[in-house]
């Protein structure tokens, strides 16, 4: 299998958050490589990776890392493949990595996540690559659609909670 999405981090200690993307990618049938790489550690090895992901057939980047997070802003700066950044929780509650990824300057955007937020990002890299895959697209809108019954099954706890003034 050629992999579509290739996901990077910046520590194996990002696993633990990383994992959910993994297995997101894996729920849509979608083949994916998995990573390390830091910024800071080994900046030459990650010059080499963004500027051969796209000859490789990668179609989209996940790139999570924690404190100062360079990680998804410099694989950016050399790719014009989409670059998904995921502020990993390591220090200052992630709003240091959050803060890092996000405010990127005019000119190389890296659509970021929430913090620790893996799971979306794997659900965004499905949605861009189900922009030339109506398979894709059909197996995106069923498991939007199935969301829908947590609600359905939320109501129905409320509607067991008891007050005197509450209507419903
Ligand atoms: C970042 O520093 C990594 O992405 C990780 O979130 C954090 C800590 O890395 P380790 O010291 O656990 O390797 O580069």
């Known amino acids: 299998?050629?992999?579509?999405?290739?996901?990077?981090?910046?520590?194996?200690?990002?696993?633990?958050?990383?994992?959910?993307?993994?297995?997101?990618?894996?729920?849509?049938?979608?083949?994916?490589?998995?990573t390390a790489l830091s910024a800071h550690r080994t900046p030459n090895e990650v010059e080499q990776f963004a500027k051969t992901a796209k000859d490789r057939g990668i179609r989209v980047i996940i790139a999570a890392?924690?404190?100062?997070?360079?990680?998804?802003?410099?694989?950016?700066?050399?790719?014009?493949?989409?670059?998904?950044?995921?502020?990993?929780?390591?220090?200052?509650?992630?709003?240091?990595?959050?803060l890092a990824i996000v405010q990127m300057p005019p000119g190389i955007p890296v659509a970021t996540v929430g913090i620790n937020g893996a799971m979306n990002a794997a659900i965004l890299a499905a949605q861009i690559l189900s922009v030339g895959d109506q398979e894709l697209q059909s197996r995106l809108a069923a498991?939007?659609?199935?969301?829908?019954?947590?609600?359905?099954?939320?109501?129905?706890?409320?509607?067991?909670?008891?007050?005197?003034?509450?209507t419903n």
Request: hydrophobic content about 50%; proline content about 7%; some cysteine.
């Open 143 to 166: 498991y939007k659609e199935a969301l829908k019954t947590k609600i359905v099954e939320a109501n129905k706890e409320l509607a067991s909670v008891k007050y005197r003034f509450k």
């Open 1 to 34: 299998m050629t992999p579509q999405v290739s996901i990077i981090m910046g520590s194996v200690s990002d696993l633990p958050v990383m994992e959910k993307a993994a297995a997101t990618l894996n729920d849509f049938c979608i083949p994916f490589e998995m």
């Open 65 to 98: 890392a924690g404190m100062a997070a360079h990680l998804p802003g410099v694989i950016a700066s050399m790719t014009t493949l989409p670059v998904i950044g995921v502020p990993v929780n390591s220090s200052l509650d992630g709003v240091d990595a959050l």
